[in-house]
């Protein structure tokens, strides 16, 4: 997913671009490699890694693309949590395959990342030591099962809201990830409300469990699609470039315009007294969004975010034997093969 809302990471993409002479226009002048660029972007056309790209806009993709790809893996950890503790194998067999995917995603998002020249193990040095952000809803924690079918209905929801559109991302490896993994996502999302349904209809005991998660899960999962408008630093020129298509409030509005029939189709209530439809606006009107927590669990102030990134530096460095043995693997087959 896409919270678009960390600073800019003091990243120095390495990768060579494609040349950047200049090449002959229609007209036979001689066109810069900028304006060939901008005239790809104005007419929705891909660009692909050997294309010149401003530093800037292949800074922007970076920083963007390696945060939606730590969101993802550890977006992992506190769906994990609850593996063990599924209520029924079916449950558990549908939670393992929501959390393998979650870590396909990663993979995806870290390859795309490294056609623009930074490498992953550079990625996630960065996510390790703090210089790079992944998205704050998972720095909160999972106390019951209904967390899991809160996450996949709203955060797993609010993920496509934003992810949809990045299909059509100026930048033809991230648009190409995306496509796959939005599939993926709708079906966490479906997971998610069937879980919900499921308890909501159940007994007294299974719904208010439900409705618990809803109401710890609602305005966290509003603040993934980053902060307001006036406020964002990134979306202007992200929308000029094409990576992004809406605004952070267009997306926001979008996702809770889809989730209030949603709701009431499952029986929940959703913890804003604020929430009405707008006849005149033809959308619903929402109450307001706590900036000030957003800003607490960014910063590190967010009940898990010590836990989640220990746990994250924990497994790569158990990984790490993997890492060896696979390169040693590599390096034996090359020389076997040459
Ligand atoms: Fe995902
Ligand atoms: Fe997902």
New binding site residues.
Partial sequence: ?TVPTAPTAPTAPTAPTASPAATAGPAGARETPEAVFDAAVAADERIEPRDWMPEAYRASLVRQIAQHAHS?II?MQPEANWITRAPSLRRKAILMAKVQ??AG?GLYLYSAAETLGVSRDELLDKLHTGRQKYSSIFNYPTLTWADVGAIGWLV?GA?ITNQVPLCRCSYGPYARAMVR?CK??SF?QRQGYEALLALSRGTPEQHAMAQDAVDRWWWPSLMMFGPPDDESSHSAQSMAWKIKRHSNDELRRRFVDICVPQAEALGLTLPDPELRWNEERGHYDFGAIDWAEFREVLKGDGPCNEQRITQRRRAHEDGAWVREAAAAHAAKHGEATR
């Fill in positions: 997913m993802e977006g995917d979650e995603h797993d993920a993994i993926e996502e966490h």
